[in-house]
């Protein structure tokens, strides 16, 4: 298995850059500067980025090269204060998702304990076919 540094600069060979879920990304991912990097490599590049469930939280401090925040004026959702408070863990995460890209400018959508949506980001590109097809497309 290789190391996340070792896909730095590499953004033009991927197509997409997908993170999973679940609560272990709140302590590693979130803080690790090697991911925050190729999140904004592929970012600017204009790859897609995504993620799910508490995940969304590695992209919280990635910052681009204008020194903004990639969460900035981005409509998102997530795990909310409120349903992470029902679970009994925020006390015990290192910060709290909802709070945590609000801070940094996201637009965050709630959806309420236990609800789901769909929200995405959209970074427009000139040669991006999507831009005026009518159809759903993201590149965030």
Same mark, same amino acid.
């Given at each position: 298995?290789?190391?996340?540094s070792s896909f730095l600069g590499k953004a033009d060979k991927f197509d997409a850059l997908f993170y999973v879920g679940g609560h272990g990304?709140?302590?590693? &991912?979130?803080?690790?500067? %090697?991911s925050q990097q190729r999140i904004k490599e592929f970012y600017e590049a204009g790859k897609i980025v995504s993620a /799910?469930?508490?995940? &969304?939280?590695?992209?919280? %401090?990635?910052?681009?090269?204008?020194?903004?925040?990639?969460?900035?004026?981005?409509?998102m959702t997530g /795990?909310?204060?409120?349903?992470e408070d029902q679970a009994g863990l925020s006390k015990v995460l290192p910060f709290l998702l909802e709070t945590k890209v609000k801070d940094n400018g996201a637009k965050f959508t709630e959806t309420g304990p236990g609800g789901g949506a769909c929200c995405q980001g959209w970074q427009e590109r000139?040669?991006?076919?999507?831009?005026?097809?009518?159809?759903?497309?993201a590149n965030w």
């Open positions: 298995m290789e190391k996340l990304p709140m302590f590693a &991912l979130a803080i690790d500067k %090697d /799910v469930c508490h995940c &969304l939280i590695v992209f919280a %401090d990635v910052k681009m090269s204008d020194g903004s925040y990639l969460v900035k004026d981005q409509q /795990v909310t204060n409120e349903e000139e040669d991006d076919h999507w831009a005026n097809s009518g159809k759903c497309g």
